[in-house]
């Protein structure tokens, strides 16, 4: 089962900030806080991961909370392009073997509007 | 770079017969993956190869499903006989080795819709 726990629906206006909660309140120490997206009809897209810092890159911002219990996507000025399916997911690093396999739950899906 | 490229994107058949999906990793990718991705739902993990040997089964339904990545590259997985419940999208995923989270990221394919009737 996925360890996370994401709204299930979230709208935003074009050109504002678009902020995606997640809870992971038994996240492990060294376990990953990892963002994907999925557009209709398209695989699923890497957007970010953080440990217990906060991470930025040229798609989005992400804001861990100190505990780790919880953490935020920013998407800092959506577009329409950018209306899609957003899944938080907890992992450890895979080292060789099975035990950081990505466990998708059903995510947030993001409607922007004009 | 060149993505992960999947074929083909959509196929139709009818229960019991047989199906076949072909995943084309990233090039350098070590680590392979096939997700099946029912409708409404986040994507299932089916099976994990680490260059040609297998690391993850236990949710393929061995009973129908296969699964082979015999050169280390490109893999197919195989559907034989295909039940309705078999309808969903089967999407390939790579990552370059594993080892640290900047080296085993998985990057997706378009996927395969699959249909049973």
């Known amino acids: 089962d996925a360890k996370t726990t994401q709204p299930p629906s979230m709208d935003c206006a074009e050109g504002r900030a678009a902020n995606l909660p997640c809870n992971h309140s038994t996240i492990s120490g060294n376990e990953y806080v990892y963002w994907y997206r999925q557009i209709h009809s398209q695989g699923p897209q890497y957007i970010i991961h953080?440990?217990?810092n906060n991470e930025t890159n040229e798609m989005a911002s992400l804001i861990i909370t100190e505990d780790r219990k919880s953490s935020t996507l920013i998407l800092p000025h959506a577009t329409l392009r950018d209306t899609a399916v957003y899944y938080c997911?907890?992992?450890?690093?895979?080292?060789?073997?099975?035990?950081?396999?990505?466990?998708f739950g059903k995510g947030t899906k993001l409607s922007v509007k004009p | 770079e060149a993505g992960v490229a999947q074929s083909p994107r959509y196929k139709i058949i009818e229960k019991r017969q047989s199906v076949a999906f072909w995943c084309n990793p990233i090039s350098g990718h070590a680590t392979l993956y096939w997700y099946q991705q029912i409708l409404g739902q986040g994507p299932k993990l089916l099976i994990q190869f680490q260059n040609n040997g297998v690391v993850d089964d236990s949710q393929l339904p061995k009973d129908r499903f296969s699964a082979e990545r015999l050169k280390g590259v490109d893999s197919t997985l195989k559907i034989q006989p295909a039940k309705l419940e078999d309808s969903a999208v089967y999407l390939c995923?790579?990552?370059?080795?594993?080892?640290?989270?900047?080296?085993?990221?998985?990057?997706f394919g378009p996927g395969t819709r699959l249909t049973v009737l």
């Open positions: 995923a790579s990552s370059l080795h594993p080892g640290a989270p900047h080296t085993d990221t998985q990057y």
């Open positions: 953080g440990l217990k």
């Open positions: 997911i907890v992992r450890l690093p895979n080292y060789g073997g099975s035990q950081g396999n990505l466990i």
